[in-house]
């Protein structure tokens, strides 16, 4: 049996292996992700930078809704 690996959130077992996260982490990533997604239709025009300063989030977590395809913006 392939190891599913750990969740980089929390450092949990992961069940799923395309994910890096576990489920209970997924569900707070989704949802930081629906945050972002309501800042950037308010303002189509806020680049990465701006959004990490308006949503109070991380560049690195920014980037990674970026990576999972959350976000559609230009760097
Ligand atoms: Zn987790």
């Known amino acids: 049996m392939q190891e599913s690996g750990f969740c980089t959130e ?5 069940q799923n292996q395309k994910i890096s996260f ?14 972002v997604r309501s800042l950037l239709a308010e303002n ?3 680049t990465i930078l701006d959004l ?6 991380s560049l690195q ?3 990674q809704m970026i990576e999972y395809g959350a976000l559609k913006i230009r760097e």
């Open 10 to 14: 929390c450092g949990k077992v992961k």
């Open 22 to 35: 576990c489920n209970a982490c997924y569900e707070v990533f989704r949802n930081d992700c629906q945050k």
């Open 44 to 46: 189509p025009k806020l």
């Open 52 to 57: 990490v300063n308006v949503s109070g989030f």
């Open 61 to 63: 977590r920014v980037r």
